[in-house]
């Protein structure tokens, strides 16, 4: 064998070695980018259960709506999350107890979109927990009902198409 065929055999070996590396690289880009995207998506609802427990502290929530009221600021933009108060209010609940009520159920419902888009990522009886509680809030009467017909069905038209094929079908047990 001549050195011409040896290193025309490293240039094929060295090119191949290249290509596999190159391959190696992209799916670790890929796995880094999901990793990233899943921990963002952790963080959200994470966030969103500290928010709770300072908009759910009666004391926050009176100093909020003092402070709003004060300014002639109203404590909700018109739109779903001012339909939502406004109906609390109707219901018989104080100004106060409204706007607990309405960051609670955004709260809520802000964790649930970060997990509709990674559905398939849990078992059947994760998803089974994840959704049974939405269709016994939103699928029955009561506030969870009205949070849902008033501020849910506003929002992107594929997450209000998911919620209301599952309050379509009836409840089933996990596999």
């Not at 070996?13 to 690289?25: F, H, I, K, N, R």
């Not at 002639?72 to 406004?86: I, N, Q, R, S």
């Not at 506030?143 to 309050?167: A, M, Q, S, W």
């Amino acid at each position: 064998m001549n050195w011409d065929a040896v290193g025309a055999v490293g240039q094929v070996l060295g090119s191949l070695a290249v290509c596999v590396t190159l391959g190696y690289l992209a799916e670790q880009v890929r796995h880094a980018q999901d990793q990233a995207r899943r921990a963002l998506s952790q963080a959200r609802p994470e966030a969103s259960r500290d928010f709770m427990a300072l908009y759910t502290d009666e004391r926050i929530s009176k100093i909020h709506v003092k402070a709003q009221e004060a300014l002639g600021v109203p404590l909700f933009p018109t739109g779903p999350a001012g339909e939502f108060a406004t109906s609390m209010e109707r219901a018989g609940l104080t100004r106060d107890e409204a706007v607990v009520m309405t960051y609670l159920h955004i709260i809520q419902w802000n964790y649930r979109i970060q997990v509709i888009p990674h559905l398939n990522e849990l078992s059947a009886a994760e998803r089974w927990q994840f959704e049974a509680p939405m269709r016994a809030i939103y699928g029955r009467p009561g506030v969870g009902r009205v949070f849902y017909e008033t501020y849910i069905k506003n929002h992107h038209p594929d997450t209000v198409r998911y919620i209301d094929n599952l309050l379509a079908h009836p409840s089933s047990t996990p596999a």
